[in-house]
């Protein structure tokens, strides 16, 4: 910023970094905002990358991290085909000045500015009202905003659940009636946002405001179906489940990873598809197999999930009937999984919901927790206790099978001898 000021432009802090700090929060970053072009910024940084189409943006780095400068801009007045019929925006090139900076943005506790040359807040919109009344308010006409953008209906969630503000009232009536505009979002635009929210340490509460306004439904339409139609509180306590102990992770500074979170979001979808494919005659190992497939390709139709997710989360969901298994080998086999953590961690959710017995998942915490010599005396107690190792996986909903198949004996190949 000062070196944008010594070379006579105009350089302030803006955003969230502002917004946070008057709240007593720690900013996740900065953002500067000038009236120096993305070409003038490069020219003051030999370590500045310019990014964006839609928006140009100037990327000043330091190391790993970077500092996202912008240029003032104005708003987009339609022309020169910027706006779809929707309303919503293509192309914001419109530079303008500082003003108009504040004004173009969508909330009004995101506009604020802090100017380096008297150390002060500057507010154009409003934002320091709202902000001392917990209110997150649109600037200018919501309906407006929301086509521009339809992502900001998802913002005003990801903030109000994060800050803890209510939706001002002028802003909240749009939210049930326009959902239907994220449809022309592309899929790895939603996937970013639905990460952001589902992510930032708030999901129990993102969770609950997605439905409140209907949103859920039009990112995760199949989970939706089926919440409507709860059995017995499974889907709805299992996802919370899920998304409490997310908060928690992220509280204590643990990873989360989104593939288990979606492996939550979308298992009772696939839960039920396999048991139509049981009753259709289908393997249990083929039937899910089959529905973990089906409901990711009907799913990254609308938010986009990298391959390295659904890998995992067609790994988890099939391990769940291994668990079943605790005879043999097997127990052996599957501790030693790659995935075994993650598709343990989705046991204990299932048990604590009442979808496995929770006996089930106590025997393998403790599995995990003895040596050599105590796991081997749980296989043979488990099968004494007439624990049923058959050669077909247990169902989805943790039921093993009542008959086994008797293992035909392999032919052995011949050899031909040279002619």
């Not at 239907?180 to 790895?188: G, N, Q, R, V």
Request: hydrophobic share 40%; aromatic share 10%; net charge positive.
């Amino acid at each position: 910023m000062y070196r944008l000021k010594g070379a006579g432009y105009e350089a302030l802090l803006v955003g969230g970094s502002v917004r946070d700090l008057l709240l007593g929060r720690e900013p996740k970053d900065f953002d500067v905002v000038t009236d120096a072009r993305p070409e003038q910024i490069k020219q003051l940084f030999s370590h500045c990358r310019i990014v964006g189409r839609r928006f140009q943006l100037a990327h000043v780095h330091f190391g790993r991290d970077y500092i996202e400068v912008a240029t003032f801009r104005a708003r987009h007045d339609g022309g020169e085909g910027g706006l779809t019929e929707n309303g919503r925006i293509l192309r914001d090139n419109v530079y303008g000045n500082q003003e108009e900076d504040a004004r173009r943005r969508d909330f009004t506790i995101n506009a604020l500015f802090y100017n380096i040359r008297d150390f002060s807040i500057v507010d154009y919109a409003g934002g320091l009202d709202d902000l001392n009344s917990g209110f997150l308010r649109l600037i200018g006409e919501p309906e407006v905003r929301y086509r521009e953008d339809p992502v900001r209906m998802l913002r005003a969630v990801r903030f109000a659940a994060m800050l803890g503000f209510r939706i001002h009232p002028d802003s909240e009536d749009p939210l049930r009636r326009l959902g239907h505009l994220l449809a022309d979002i592309s899929e790895a635009r939603l996937s970013d946002e639905v990460i952001k929210m589902f992510l930032s340490g708030y999901a129990v509460q993102t969770f609950e405001l997605l439905r409140k306004y209907g949103l859920f439904g039009h990112l995760f339409p199949q989970t939706e179906r089926v919440l409507a139609e709860e059995e017995q509180g499974f889907p709805h306590m299992l996802l919370v489940r899920a998304l409490e102990n997310t908060d928690k992770r992220i509280a204590e500074g643990k990873p989360v990873t989104p593939g288990f979170l979606f492996a939550a979001l979308l298992w009772e979808p696939v839960r039920l598809l396999t048991d139509k494919y049981r009753a259709d005659g289908e393997s249990p190992a083929y039937a899910l197999q089959a529905a973990a497939h089906e409901v990711i390709g009907r799913q990254t139709a609308r938010v986009a999930m990298p391959k390295r997710f659904t890998i995992m989360m067609k790994e988890i969901w099939q391990l769940q009937p291994r668990f079943q298994h605790r005879t043999g080998k097997r127990p052996v086999r599957l501790y030693l999984h790659p995935r075994f953590r993650a598709a343990y961690d989705f046991l204990l959710l299932r048990a604590e919901v009442g979808e496995v017995e929770p006996e089930l998942a106590q025997w393998w915490t403790e599995f995990q927790t003895n040596d050599e010599a105590l796991r081997a005396g749980m296989i043979a107690e488990a099968a004494v206790a007439g624990d049923a190792d058959v050669a077909g996986e247990a169902s989805v909903e943790g039921e093993p099978q009542t008959e086994t198949r008797k293992r035909r004996p392999r032919r052995r190949k011949r050899r031909r001898k040279p002619a």
